[in-house]
């Protein structure tokens, strides 16, 4: 199983804090550090210094770590237009050697898009625009150079782009995630090189992946995209240390537990990783809401990464 750093920038972080924890995401041995692509705090606080924008952040830390990889989980299609949007994380990518991961979703925040003007249609019509983003997105990255990328859909149209620049990676990974029964898996199906399911119970993720499979098959796909799934982490070296991490975040050890945290000793997490891998996930993201606290970073890294 590899392991994922992911944080939530808007809940309060500057892009110091924002290095720190990844360089030891990248010192620890974890697989990558990936953030959230969110301008809102979600629940009580002021979020301070205030939202940063993912794809900034991604391309300053592609110049100050060396290993770890990159990316979104996930980027929102109602925030920017796919054709620079392709040109900047294609650009990411060449700075960080190729290290970039491309997550990108239909958007479901309203509050955030009402917060900074971002029109917020309706779920059908975003699914729809997320769909003519990746039609576009991978279209233009694949479309051989000299050559021209054209589209004309109902929402977005291009006319002799030259499609470029490239990202290093060929291809470059689209991460594709979500709940949704049908939609969802036919567009990882045809678009993604990983499925992931956020937040869930674990014995909930396996009939996700099951309707990935199906959609892959029917879509005449070789094999599906590797699996992978997102939890809250709340690690400590005793049950006090676990609950004090809890307190620091909000949250409630059972609860978090019952939802399919990373919740525990190391030895019990451990167990609980391994109840992830047997529904399949490869990869597991792992919340790290308290940037402050690099120890449990470190704590993982030492007691829990080596055994899995």
């Not at 994922?4 to 110091?16: L, W, Y």
């Not at 294609?90 to 491309?102: T, Y």
């Not at 990373?262 to 597991?284: C, D, F, H, Q």
Request: glycine share 10%; net charge negative; hydrophobic share 40%.
């Amino acid at each position: 199983m590899r392991l994922v750093i992911f944080t939530e920038p808007q809940q309060g972080a500057s892009h110091d804090d924002l290095l720190r924890v990844a360089k030891a995401a990248e010192d620890g041995g974890f697989d990558g550090f990936f953030r959230s692509d969110h301008y809102v705090r979600m629940g009580d606080g002021a979020g301070l210094p205030g939202p940063s924008d993912a794809w900034i952040t991604l391309a300053a830390l592609a110049v100050q770590t060396s290993r770890i990889r990159l990316g979104t989980l996930v980027s929102s299609a109602t925030f920017r237009l796919p054709g620079p949007l392709a040109i900047a994380v294609a650009q990411v990518d060449a700075i960080s050697g190729g290290r970039i991961e491309f997550g990108l979703g239909g958007g479901w925040f309203d509050t955030e898009h009402q917060a900074y003007g971002i029109p917020f249609p309706a779920l059908g019509e975003r699914f729809d625009r997320l769909e003519e983003q990746l039609e576009i997105i991978t279209g233009l990255w694949k479309t051989p150079e000299g050559s021209t990328f054209d589209f004309d859909g109902k929402f977005y149209q291009l006319s002799d782009s030259p499609a470029l620049p490239k990202p290093v990676q060929s291809p470059l990974p689209v991460i594709i995630g979500g709940h949704g029964k049908k939609r969802t898996p036919d567009l990882a199906a045809r678009f993604a090189a990983e499925f992931n399911v956020p937040f869930a119970k674990i014995e909930d993720i396996p009939a996700q992946y099951d309707r990935v499979r199906a959609a892959s098959a029917a879509a005449g796909r070789a094999e599906p995209p590797a699996f992978s799934a997102a939890a809250v982490l709340c690690v400590g070296r005793d049950d006090a240390e676990v609950r004090r991490r809890a307190a620091a975040i909000g949250r409630e050890v059972e609860e978090m537990r019952e939802n399919g945290g990373i919740v525990g000793t190391p030895a019990e997490v451990v167990e609980t990783i391994k109840r992830y891998a047997g529904t399949g996930a490869s990869r597991l993201f792992l919340q790290v809401l308290d940037l402050s606290d690099i120890d449990h970073i470190e704590l993982v890294a030492s007691d829990v990464l080596p055994k899995v």
